[in-house]
């Protein structure tokens, strides 16, 4: 098997979930022996990341969010200098730009991360999707709609979950009482936390609220419960974070509520939670989530876009409507009292993790829905050579 020679584009300006478990598929795929180069634009958090995943970076900084002809210039003289066949490309944005650069003889591969709901068709979006080689989707729900909303061809697409490393996100990699003591958590808290960007469809304003009714509704639980928010970023709705402090700081038990920044490790945040949260109004996938049930932290999440192909309800975690305050404090009160459902869906938890997001399995399926891309392109150059010779 020849190795790839992949370019991952990621033109994004902020760093998040997506752009993050895009650097790390692409380091992934270095580490086995192909070649990999991170496109990144200017310096942001993501050079970092890069760095830490021993990913070498090419900067290329687009002025336009479609088509635009310098940075396609820019790209294809890094496309050239490294030999790349394959380009991974993270935003359905960047497609037209990194299909300038590419050229015929090149690759181009959508790894499809974020859902979408509206058609995507017209002259300009059907001549993009019809010139994609390959495209990567995270959950069967995203494979019908790339299939049912937009002119790709069904055959180029291939459902590859995010893998976990179960060694490096178990229970008990980092102790409790640790984390609790890094994070300044009183060891004796029931401690209910949500980690990820500070964004109103992320869920933390309902949180928020939903600690409050917890609070209220049951005594025992009052002056133990600690809630812990952490993912704030520069780039996150500054109105929207001066919200969530006001909300903060008008509950009763603000002293035992933190609103955090990112943390290099988050296994220390699922370390010290007895229930972890995810909140969002609409999820893809929810990585964080996948991360959590691999540490064994019993889990309430939203019943919205792929979640339920993590979660299922009063097996792996419990699943309350999006946007729904009351129901999340319904549940964050039933695990409170229920300390044998709090066990058991944390040891199904961590089985269906081992079981359904194998790392080495979803390497490889990530390898070869790469390869078949590349194939295609070799054949769609060949019968392009063929026929001009025919003629």
Do not use: N
Not at 230 to 251: F, K, S, W
Request: aromatic fraction near 6%.
């Amino acid at each position: 098997m020849r190795p790839v020679r992949l370019a991952t584009i990621c033109f994004s300006p902020t760093v998040g979930g997506l752009e993050l478990a895009t650097l790390r598929r692409a380091a992934e795929m270095r580490a086995r022996g192909h070649q990999a180069v991170a496109v990144l634009t200017r310096e942001t958090g993501l050079d970092r990341h890069a760095a830490a995943l021993g990913l070498p970076v090419a900067r290329v900084t687009p002025r336009l969010d479609y088509a635009d002809p310098l940075a396609a210039w820019q790209l294809r003289r890094v496309l050239e200098h490294e030999r790349v066949d394959v380009l991974l490309v993270a935003r359905t944005r960047d497609l037209s730009t990194a299909m300038l650069a590419a050229g015929r003889s090149r690759a181009v591969v959508l790894y499809q991360q974020m859902q979408f709901h509206r058609r995507k068709r017209g002259f300009f979006q059907d001549a993009v999707h019809r010139r994609l080689d390959g495209c990567i989707a995270i959950t069967e729900r995203q494979r019908s709609m790339m299939t049912g909303l937009t002119a790709l061809d069904p055959r180029k697409v291939a459902v590859v979950p995010y893998g976990i490393d179960t060694q490096r996100f178990r229970p008990g990699a980092i102790a409790r009482d640790a984390a609790r003591t890094a994070l300044d958590i009183p060891l004796d808290a029931f401690v209910v936390g949500i980690v990820g960007g500070f964004d109103p469809g992320k869920g933390q304003r309902e949180l928020l609220e939903a600690l409050r009714l917890a609070a209220e509704a049951e005594p025992s639980l009052r002056e133990r419960l600690f809630g812990l928010f952490v993912g704030e970023r520069p780039t996150d709705d500054r109105t929207y974070v001066a919200d969530l402090h006001a909300r903060r700081d008008a509950l009763p038990f603000r002293e035992r509520v933190q609103l955090r920044g990112f943390l290099d490790d988050p296994r220390t945040a699922y370390a010290a939670l007895d229930v972890f949260v995810l909140a969002s109004h609409a999820e893809t996938f929810g990585m964080v989530l996948q991360e959590a049930l691999a540490m064994g932290v019993p889990s309430i999440a939203t019943d919205a876009g792929g979640v339920p192909e993590i979660v299922a309800h009063e097996r792996t975690g419990l699943l309350v409507p999006p946007r729904d305050a009351p129901a999340i404090a319904a549940a964050i009160v039933r695990l409170w009292r229920d300390p044998e459902l709090r066990s058991r869906l944390a040891q199904t938890a961590r089985a269906f993790v081992l079981e359904a997001y194998d790392f080495e399995r979803q390497y490889r399926a990530f390898e070869t829905a790469l390869l078949a891309a590349r194939d295609r392109r070799c054949t769609a150059v060949s019968d392009t050579l063929h026929h001009g010779q025919t003629r």
